[in-house]
T-cell receptor, first 114, second 114 residues
Framework: DAGVTQSPTHLIKTRGQQVTLRCSPKSGHDTVSWYQQALGQGPQFIFQYYEEEERQRGNFPDRFSGHQFPNYSSELNVNALLLGDSALYLC?????????????FGAGTRLSVL | AQSVTQPDIHITVSEGASLELRCNYSYGATPYLFWYVQSPGQGLQLLLKYFSGDTLVQGIKGFEAEFKRSQSSFNLRKPSVHWSDAAEYFCAVGAREYGNKLVFGAGTILRVKS
């Protein structure tokens, strides 16, 4: 049973560019959350998708957007990249029966903005 | 606002010694509490969780944690540390009243000396 998978594992971009990160949730899970983990910090909640809609959003600008597909996979898009967007981006999934925020994390995508 | 504090940035213990990692939270609702571990280059692995009931919870890899409502704490413990426990540990809090996000502490890096 595959866990949460993310692609790519590493990415290098320059300021002003746009990037798309991908996530496949754990089998049977229908909810996907995205987190940003800057160096030396804990993960920060970006947003969560459920039934192909953004259900909740953290304190991130509109440059951060997402999408969820009918197969529950998800994408995170970041426009107009800034140096400060360099971080590990983590995807987490939750099962449909979960009512208590149990989230299972992927290995992340390391984004470097030069 | 919800917040999680992990007072110790780094902790070093000898192999075989006991371990306690501290976590304090500030939440305006009944919290769900989690401990995650992150090895270098890896995502977050769930160690244990607390929702309600018995305030001492057991997790994987021999870890346990105790919820103390009066102290707003959820400290992680292990009786005897193994070299493979060296990693970064994150405390996280969620609550139904605040939606589906997890709020993380900044993490504690555990070093194990032989």
């Amino acid at each position: 049973d595959a866990g949460v998978t993310q692609s790519p594992t590493h990415l290098i971009k320059t300021r002003g560019q746009q990037v798309t990160l991908r996530c496949s949730p754990k089998s049977g899970h229908d909810t996907v959350s995205w987190y940003q983990q800057a160096l030396g910090q804990g993960p920060q909640f970006i947003f969560q998708y459920y039934e192909e809609e953004e259900r909740q959003r953290g304190n991130f600008p509109d440059r951060f957007s997402g999408h969820q597909f009918p197969n529950y996979s998800s994408e995170l898009n970041v426009n107009a990249l800034l140096l400060g967007d360099s971080a590990l981006y983590l995807c987490a999934s939750s099962p449909p029966w979960d009512r208590k925020n149990i989230q299972y994390f992927g290995a992340g995508t390391r984004l470097s903005v030069l | 606002a919800q917040s999680v504090t992990q007072p110790d940035i780094h902790i070093t213990v000898s192999e075989g010694a006991s371990l306690e990692l501290r976590c304090n939270y500030s939440y305006g609702a009944t919290p769900y509490l989690f401990w995650y571990v992150q090895s270098p280059g890896q995502g977050l692995q769930l160690l244990l969780k607390y929702f309600s009931g018995d305030t001492l919870v057991q997790g994987i890899k021999g870890f346990e944690a105790e919820f103390k409502r009066s102290q707003s704490s959820f400290n992680l413990r292990k009786p005897s540390v193994h070299w493979s426990d060296a990693a970064e540990y994150f405390c996280a809090v969620g609550a139904r009243e605040y939606g589906n996000k997890l709020v993380f502490g900044a993490g504690t890096i555990l070093r194990v000396k032989s």
